[in-house]
């Protein structure tokens, strides 16, 4: 009723119900839950979708973030050790004349991509200029090549960390998005269409024994009927034949036995009177 059309049969082999009460009420919760769990199913696989699709735009980023970064490094160590030549006492001199304020800041924002908080930073340069008279002596191109070099390093270490962790929190989000879809199509739904067919067979045989009982009940009343119709006709007969005259006997009607004996006598009457 709630699937869709690309959306192939659940297997529901093994799988047990959820314990109610077989009712309407039960039913309708059912379908209720039913109908929710394929929802939140749609929106799982669209979140993993989107979250899938994010997961590679931040992997191609990465990529083009870690590509070369070996190289610049080295480089920037290299422009270092060039830096060094020109004044051995660098580190000394660094340490000694520490800004108050930082030439680089970075700001954390978040957004928001497939329902998914992702970590931002954004890097702000200041105009405070460190160390801005280191140079000036001599190997003053160096020093700015190699502040250059270790900027855009810094700023290329700001974004990796920002991929890795947005990659991170995407992945996680990608993992319990498929585990739910995966949780709801494999066990949740399964069990709430066994416990909806339960439900369904149950109410099915009420009202079969429903049925059958009001046929019996049917079939017992015709028969009392059709028995106090019986009674009553016997009563009618009976008092009728209570009511009825008994029939008088004529001559004709009389045995041939009783007619001799009569005779008899009479004949015996008549000699006596002689």
């Not at 079939?219 to 005259?245: H, I, S, Y």
Request: hydrophobic fraction near 40%; include cysteine.
């Amino acid at each position: 009723m709630f699937k869709d059309d690309d959306e192939e049969e659940e297997n529901t082999f093994g799988v047990t119900r959820y314990p109610c009460m077989p009712s309407l009420v039960a039913l309708q919760q059912m379908r209720n839950r039913l109908h929710l769990a394929f929802l939140g199913r749609k929106l799982m696989k669209w979140t993993a979708l989107a979250t899938g699709r994010e997961l590679r735009r931040l992997a191609a980023e990465l990529y083009e973030v870690y590509q070369g970064f070996g190289e610049d490094l080295r480089n920037a160590f290299i422009l270092l050790a060039r830096s060094r030549y020109f004044y051995p006492q660098l580190n000394y001199i660094v340490t000694e004349d520490i800004g108050k304020k930082a030439g680089v800041v970075v700001q954390q924002s978040a957004k928001t991509v497939s329902g998914v908080k992702i970590v931002q930073f954004e890097i702000f340069e200041t105009e405070y200029p460190p160390y801005a008279h280191l140079g000036i002596e001599k190997g003053g191109q160096t020093i700015l090549e190699t502040k250059k070099a270790w900027l855009d390093l810094l700023k290329r270490l700001i974004m990796m960390m920002q991929l890795r962790a947005s990659f991170l929190m995407v992945e996680l989000a990608n993992k319990n998005a498929t585990k739910k879809s995966n949780v709801l199509a494999k066990i949740v739904i399964p069990r709430l269409n066994v416990t909806s067919y339960y439900i369904l067979a149950e109410l099915e045989e009420k009202e079969r024994e429903e049925v059958f009982r009001l046929k019996r009940v049917k079939q017992k009343k015709d028969m009392e009927k059709k028995l106090d119709e019986d009674r009553r006709r016997q009563v009618v007969a009976d008092e009728g034949n209570k009511l009825k005259p008994a029939p008088s006997r004529s001559r004709e009607q009389v045995p041939s036995r009783t007619r001799s004996k009569e005779s008899g006598s009479l004949a015996v009457i008549k000699k006596e009177d002689n």
